[in-house]
Structure formats: C-alpha cells, structure tokens
C-alpha cells in the first residue's frame, strides 16, 4: 500500500448522477462525510427519458419536502405531469393518473425535466460540510487493497491517487466497479439500446401533461415514448431489447424515424414538428433478474446495479432508492468497522425487498408484451375497468399499491381472472 494519498476518505461515491447524489445526501442526513467524484463539469448532459416519478417525488419528500416545492416553482425547467398513456399495439390506449384521488395534492405527482437540468438541480442540494466533491475527476483503476480500495485518479491532467475503506459504484451502465470489483456483465436479454431525440411543436399532448409510452409491434416488448418537457418541447425516443436488435437485424435510428412519419397514431403529431437536438443513444441495464449488489468493500447502485424497470422504464426513482439504501448499510459499515461482504450483503436484503416485487411483475408483463394480441387484451380488459387501472398505475406511483403487488400469483390472476365488477376486489388482496 503506498504510504501518501493524495485522499483518503471512509466513503467513496463514484458517479454524481441520481444514485450518487442521492446516497451523499442520505449520508449527509446522517453526518457521515464522503468524497463524490464525477469525471464531468456540471452542468452536463445524460441521455435518459426524463421522467421523475410518483417514487421519486416520495423520496424528495423523505429527503427534504423543500425540494419538491421548489420544482413546483421552477415551471421553466419542471413540468408538472399527471400521468401516463399505455398505447397498445392495435392503437388503443388507456390513460392512468399517477394518484386515483388528486383533490388534496399540493403539487403534481410526477414531474418531467431534461437531465441537464434536473442533474444540477439536485448535485445542488449537497452539503458541503459533509460531501467532498471532486469533479472533472475520471477514475481511471479501481483496485482492493488489504484494509480499503485504491481508485487511481486524473483530474485537470494530473494523476492523483485515493484511498477508500469502502466504494459505492454509482457510474452508471460504464460502472468501473462493476465491471472491475463486481465483474457484471449485462446479457442482452436483459439490456435496452435506446434512442433519444428533442422536439419542439409536437401536437396534441395531453393537457395535463400525461407520459406517453406507444408499444409499437415494430419494437416490442420495447416502446417509443414520448414525454412532454417545459417550453413547448418533449423528449421522443425509442428503446428495444438488444437481443432482438441483434436476432431481428433491427437498425434502431431508422426504426424511429420510421415510426414518426408512417405510424397512424404519431404521424399526424409530428407533421409540423421540429427537431432541435442531435439522436443520442445509451443502454439501459434492466431489472429483470437478481444479481450481486454487494461485495467485499463495494456497493452497486442505481444503473450500475442494473435497476431499470423492464416494464416501465422506470430509473431516476429506483436510483434514488438504491441511494437511500446504500447510505443506511454504508453508516452501520462504518459505525462497526466492518466492510466485509457479509456486513454489505445487507444492502441487497434491503433493496430487494422493498424493489424485488415491482422488478418481477413488470418483467412478467414485458414477456406479455412479446405477444402483441394478449397485450391487445390486457389493455382493452383494462380500459373498462377501474380495479385494474388503480393497479397499472400504482407502477408509477409506487406508494399505495406496493404491497399488493407481492403475491407470485398476481401475474396470473391479472391475466386469466378478469371478470368484471366487483369480483376484480381480489386482485388488490
């Protein structure tokens, strides 16, 4: 081990997007002092659907309820948004408000926001007294050394080095630590290639600003999206299975710009559109199977442990969570000592038992997906029926229905038990 660091530190965040920001500021909460590196400058751009959830805003509002309101005040750069529009493939579509009861609500349930802007808005909400950051700072080795984890840095070229008893790998899908320390590899099968464009002047956008999700049959179980943004603008993008982009031959850009000049639903709304960004692609590691979050001296949060929901897309509010969870293990960690594997495996415990339901339900219904007629079904089933729209929006909502999401049963009886009325009560039992 050298004898001089140029940092030294108990706690090490690398990557300052949600889950690293969010695990700071949950740690912070706690008074427990940390270094978060980025190798950015912020403000900076990510490619990802802009959405903030029901999930997310519950979890501003455990971290600091100020900070919802001050989204609320900012209509510039947030947009409120009150729910979201599944279009099945033959077309037809339903519309569920994030929250069945919105009459007491003292601001949206959801918002939308472009990453460069939501981003800098919460790196802002750091405490300095407790959080260390380091950006413009890329992390070039990560290495496990006896008593810690050595990170080998350049910042402003210049080769530093830092010394951590333990390492949070918040880096998204280019994760060192998971690559390096977790040695994860995402399978395609469980990996989305998306594609993401700005627009301004799309027409006909609900009037509350609902996210729409159009599962066209070219792209299945993937979907175009289309989420209304501030300024008369909305983020359209695409995303597709990289196993299908691959056994299909799919060429993804012309995929898009396909669907937005010869779809029936899309075509008409962006005949006097504008694009005012360049296509950016990224992946999207998807939830869809357990995997190792922890290990001997690391943690994995947000997309680098790869917590995407398969259905909904669902990232910024499952990153958030992970934060939480990673800060509450990382506390004890230090109280006791204690970085071992079995110590840490505590924070997978704790993360799949709150996210483990929802992951599996939404990967059930993305296989339904595959079958565009029995998603044709489920939709239509749907769209008569108020039982089951309370239940598909509670997958965004994430706070009043999660509990009933937990039986292994449900996929099946949503599927096979519709019958209508009052019989449908027991599938929120």
Known sequence: MPKKYDLKTDIAIIGAGPAGVSTALFLAKEGMPHILFDKARFPRD??????????????????NPVLVEQMSAAPERFLPSWGVTFIAPNGKGIELPF???MRDLKHAPGFTSRRVDFDDFFLKQIDPRFTNFQHETEILQVEQRSGGVTLKLK??????????????????????????????KIQSQHLFAGLRMYYENVSEMHPQNFIELHFIPEALP??????PLPNNRANVGIGVLRKDIKNKNIHLKTLFQKALKTNPALARRFKNARPVSSI?????????????????????????AALIDPFTGEGIGNAILSGKFAANVLKKAVENNDFSAAALKQYDRLLYD???SELQISY?????????????????????????????????????????????????????????????????K
């Open 46 to 63: 990510k490619v990802c659907g802009d959405g903030l959830s029901g999930k997310t805003i519950g979890l501003f509002n455990e971290l």
């Open 99 to 101: 929250k069945k009861d």
């Open 155 to 184: 910042k402003q070229g210049k080769l530093l080095n830092c010394f951590a008893k333990v390492v949070v790998g918040a880096g998204g899908t280019a994760s060192l630590t998971a690559r390096k320390l977790a040695r994860q």
């Open 222 to 227: 993937g979907y175009l999206w289309i989420f």
């Open 280 to 304: 950016d692609g990224w992946r999207l590691p998807l939830g869809s199977v357990k995997r190792a979050l922890s290990g001997e001296r690391f943690l994995l949060t947000g997309d680098a």
């Open 354 to 356: 709150d996210l483990w």
């Open 364 to 428: 059930n219904i993305q296989r339904l997906v595959r079958l565009p007629w029995l998603f044709n079904f489920v939709i239509n089933r749907v769209h008569n029926n108020s039982r089951l729209q309370e239940t598909f929006s509670s997958m965004f909502n994430d706070v009043d229905m999660r509990a009933r999401l937990r039986s292994p049963s449900f996929y099946f009886r949503l599927l096979f038990n519709l019958k209508g009325g009052a019989r449908d009560d027991k599938l929120s």
